[in-house]
């Protein structure tokens, strides 16, 4: 087991801890194989009833991947081959895919930053999961800022927002917070930090048989501090609508300088951030993913993620934004317009043969 990732059980509730605050409970390997391991013990333990992960900081719930880590291992090796990054990102999706179809009540408690590999390990499931949000949620899938593509299964829950709003998510890279999580069916419930140790209480002395709903009779009085329609989501939804239904990001572009909006404005400013490639595979990735399967659509982005780490483009960016911290990256292609159909289609080609795929066995 991982020295960052607590376990304990409480009133038949397994609580999963993570505890690396210095880096805002980035994911090592050795974090997910820990949770990987005690969701399956659990799973078959009659007397655990339910799993809640939260955090042992108020700063982070998780901020992702460990991405240091991906440029020294990516780095260390020709065209980033390295056997610890494929144990990563395989072990990493298969956890997603476990998470999303668990058996049990599995609650999230997303309190401060919650960003990419976060996401999927709280976003995972729709039968039995509860999310929940707090004024200090600070959430995204940012791939696209250091030259990657919002993967852990974003190809999945990101194509499932309302109308174009997980496009806009995935090629912005935004940051959002807790009504616009509500608002964009990312998040189920929001609790105030201070009322946190109260909702811990609740669930040691509960005999509830039904967890998520005494969730969500707790959270009952606090929903008007953080509604759906406070969500600047919701307020700026037909632009994001209008701008971003386009399979083209040159379209989309062209379509946010056209319009005099300070939305547009501001939008056009932050994508001309981003790395025009992977913008422009992950508006791709994301309109396969509305079709697909989660074990399909994470055995895609697995495919992808290694096509990322040949092409070097997220090592570019990871340099740029943690490593030398100029952020200014030199991204291959430059710009939009030099972005090929042909280099976007390559992120999609098989890597291995079905019967070789590292996620083959994802049900």
């Excluded at 300088?257 to 939305?263: H, L, Q, R, Y």
Aim: aromatic share 8%; net charge negative.
């Amino acid at each position: 087991m991982s020295a960052y990732v607590l376990t304990s059980v409480q009133n038949h509730i397994g609580h999963i801890t993570l505890d690396r605050p210095q880096a805002l409970n980035s994911l090592s390997l050795d974090m997910v194989r820990a949770i990987s391991a005690i969701l399956r013990e659990w799973r078959d333990q009659p007397d655990v009833r339910a799993v809640l992960i939260h955090s042992s900081s108020e700063r982070a719930f998780c901020a992702g991947g460990d991405i240091r880590f991906f440029y020294d291992v990516g780095t260390a090796t020709p065209k980033g081959d390295s056997a610890l990054l494929e144990d990563f990102f395989s072990e990493e999706y298969a956890l997603n895919h476990l998470i999303h179809f668990y058996p049990k009540p599995y609650i999230a408690v997303m309190n401060g930053v919650v960003m990419g590999g976060g996401m999927g390990i709280a976003q995972a499931g729709e039968a039995c999961r509860m999310r929940i949000v707090t004024e200090r949620t600070k959430m995204a899938m940012p791939e696209v800022n250091i030259g990657l593509f919002p993967d852990v299964g974003g190809g999945y829950f990101l194509a499932r927002t309302p109308g174009q709003t997980g496009t806009y998510l995935g090629l912005t890279g935004e940051i959002i917070a807790a009504a616009d999580a509500l608002y964009a069916g990312l998040a189920d419930v929001f609790i105030p930090t201070a009322e946190l140790a109260a909702l811990m209480a609740m669930l040691a002395a509960t005999q509830a048989a039904d967890i998520r709903q005494a969730i969500r009779e707790f959270a009952a009085p606090f929903t008007a501090l953080a509604v759906p329609a406070d969500s600047k989501l919701a307020a700026q939804r037909a632009l994001i609508d209008r701008h971003f239904s386009s399979d083209s990001v040159n379209a989309i572009a062209a379509a946010l300088a056209a319009d005099g909006s300070e939305f547009a404005r501001q939008t056009l400013a932050v994508m001309q951030k981003r790395s025009p490639l992977l913008m422009c595979v992950t508006l791709e990735q994301l309109r396969r993913g509305a079709g697909m399967t989660v074990a399909d659509c994470l055995r895609m982005e697995r495919s992808m993620v290694r096509h990322c780490f040949r092409h070097g483009e997220v090592l570019e960016g990871v340099r740029a934004l943690v490593v030398d911290k100029d952020n200014a990256p030199q991204w291959s292609p430059a710009t939009l317009a030099d972005v090929g159909a042909e280099q976007v289609a390559a992120f999609f080609a098989p890597v291995w043969p079905a019967y070789a795929h590292p996620l083959r066995d994802l049900a």
